[in-house]
DNA sequence: AACCAAAAGTTTTTT
DNA sequence: ACTTTTGGTT
């Protein structure tokens, strides 16, 4: 193998691939071939008498370790297979179910969305009462995402406030109290959102070295991708992991941090050498993935961050077209211009899941997407607003949740709420007394029911009855529930056949599940990533569909020709991005991430004479990340045909 | 207490 | 454009 290795690498890769124990830092540029020595050197690692399931490696996505594995596999043999990867949610979810009660939870917690957070929030706020008048009070969801940010930067509430809402600061002490009411729901309730996921697990490995040891003794060597996008309780969390033997090798690319939003901190790869300070730093620069015209472009958008490592990519690949900023005159005309392309690329041979638009947020591709269905191109959209999130979908998995866990408020709120006749009282009254009762599932809705909204209610039992049966498979109750709650969805939505699909969607999903608890918690620690599919066959993986992607979601990805919509100031970088320097780089990285996606073709489209409601400014200039570069380097053309 | 209609307030990105 | 909040009616 080691003949093979030395083939099929170059020095740098070969060097982290054949790097054995202690540290290593991996800088990556974009498209240098990360993933490929990742994936050699797992398959290194085992081919060398690691025990697979002795290695740990953590991804930005459950898809990711999924595809590196394979490919590990591919290239050595299918023990590969057996290394633990996944993400570091998930891997805390596996680690917690089966050491729960060390941090003082039941193994059968439940895992809440950023939806169901938003709710519970929502139920406390209505609880505790307005606070004294100072101005607007937060919102739920402005609620959840001040939480949450606490949690992920490691910041106090009132350290959160100063930084960044300061106008709240009248109401630290309602906020506060808003807080520890929270967290002594999900406590009674068993419930863990996102950010709890990794504090626990942060706690488990700090607070109780036994278990620490255990974990860290079993996994000798450890390796994390993505790793500018960690953010400091992950990075506890590997130094914790780590510490004992020190094998621990990090891959990413400061350059491509654009989660900050989520607490991800790219200085935490900086610091990686004084961490560990005996730590190797390898650094790969050689571009094997995109064309020299294109790199040229990605350079020059680089060189403008403010801060960040200076880095220059090079490549062999010396020609290919140059880069296109496309001049539209309005927003159909940047959709048209994107389908004539596409057409005329397809025709040429460019298969349509090579070619990929990519923008800032998910609502850009709207009116993309009306035209590429009246044209008939299939697509996939990945990002935006999720599958798992729409109510239909949470109203089915709501009386599933409750099976799995009888204390779960938000999802006895979410299913009585669909009852005619019950209203939020009523809810609380039943929710109450299923408390006090301490029966389990079997103390809700006993005899007799509540009088008004009976018939509803009595359904409900009939259900929860059948529901009982533990050796239903989830399937099974699946399929309960949905034959259940179908009317409820043809009175609710006017688009029921639609709906009704994605229920069938979901079922099918739950057919692989012999555990309930196992899928839910899976659903929703990582839901199904494509959005919305246009294309006419349901079960076809492999048809041939045009991308369409948040700058986020194509993180990681490449494509042949790649389409940048709104490259817009104030669109693209971001209006809210404006003032701050630190924000303003970040929207730099993210077009940066975008535009090294593309191997040949890369065009970028600013659509002219926009009206943004939210601001009310009209927007009409190219991103100010592209308007400066020569002609040489960045081709203008206008999109207009009349 | 539940339901409905009108009004007001919000807009990234994701585990 | 869309969700969330509000106020009024049953």
Known sequence: ????????????????????????????????????????????????????????LLTFTRKAAREMLRRAALLLDARCERIAGGTFHSFANTVLRRHAPRVGLSPGFSIIDRVDMEQLLGLLLKETGAPPDHGAFPRKRT????????????????????????????YLESLQALRTAYTRQ??????????????????????????????????????????????????????????????????????????SFRGADFRNIMDFPRVFPDARVITLEENYRSTAPILEV?????????????????????????????????????????????????????????IAVLFRAGFHSFDLELELTRE?????????????????????????????NPYDR??????????????????????????????????????????GGGAGLKRLRELLDALG????????????????????????????????????????????????????????????????????????????????????????LEWHTVFILWALDGRFPSIHSLEAPEQLDEELRLMYVAATRARVNLFFLSPGYVFDRASGMVLNRPSRFLEGMPAAVLKRESAEIW
């Open 469 to 556: 049966d533990p050796h239903l498979s989830p399937s099974r109750a699946g399929e309960a529930v949905y034959r259940y709650y179908h009317p409820i969805l043809r009175d609710t939505y006017d688009d029921h056949p639609r709906r009704a699909r994605d229920l069938e969607q979901l079922l099918q999903m739950m057919e692989r599940y012999r555990s309930l608890e196992r899928f839910l918690s899976e659903v929703t620690i990582e839901p199904p990533t494509a959005v919305s599919d246009n294309s006419l066959s349901l079960a076809d993986d492999t048809a041939d569909r045009l991308v369409l992607s948040t700058v986020h979601s194509a993180k990681g």
């Open 1 to 56: 193998m080691i003949e093979r290795y030395r083939k099929e690498l170059n020095p740098a890769q070969l060097e982290a691939v054949m790097h054995d124990k202690g540290p290593l830092l991996v800088i990556a540029g974009a498209g240098s071939g990360k993933t490929r020595t990742l994936t050699y050197r797992a398959a290194r690692l085992v081919e060398d008498g690691v025990p697979p399931d002795a290695i740990l």
């Open 376 to 404: 008939g191109l299939p697509f996939v959209k990945y990002g935006g607003f999720k599958f798992i999130e729409s109510a239909h979908i949470k109203d089915l998995l709501a009386h599933l949740r409750v099976l799995a």
């Open 298 to 354: 990605t350079n020059a958008i680089l060189s403008q961050a403010q801060e960040g490592y200076p880095k220059h990519l090079f490549t062999q690949h010396s020609v290919g077209p140059r880069p296109v900023l496309v001049h539209a005159g309005s927003e159909n005309s940047q959709s048209r211009f994107v389908v004539d392309k596409v057409r005329e690329l397809s025709a040429g041979g460019v298969p349509l899941e090579d």
């Open 410 to 451: 938000i999802s006895w709120h979410r299913l009585l709420l669909l009852i005619p006749k019950v209203g939020p009282k009523s809810v609380e009254k039943i929710y109450r007394a299923g408390v006090a009762a301490q029966r389990g599932l079997a103390g809700f809705l006993p005899d007799p029911l509540p009088a």
């Open 186 to 259: 999900k406590e009674q309730q068993q419930l863990l959102d996102y950010d709890d996921l990794l504090l626990k697990l942060r706690d488990l490995l700090t607070g109780d070295p036994e278990t620490r040891d255990a974990l860290a003794g079993g996994y000798r060597s450890i390796m994390v991708d993505e790793y500018q996008d960690t953010n400091r309780i992950q990075a506890e969390i590997v130094f914790a992991l780590a510490r004992p033997h020190g094998n621990i090798m990090v891959v990413g690319d400061d350059s491509q941090s654009i989660y």
């Open 143 to 170: 609620l959840a995402e001040i939480f949450s940010k606490c949690a992920n930067k490691v910041w106090s509430l009132e350290e959160t406030i100063d930084r960044d809402y300061p106008h709240f600061a009248p």
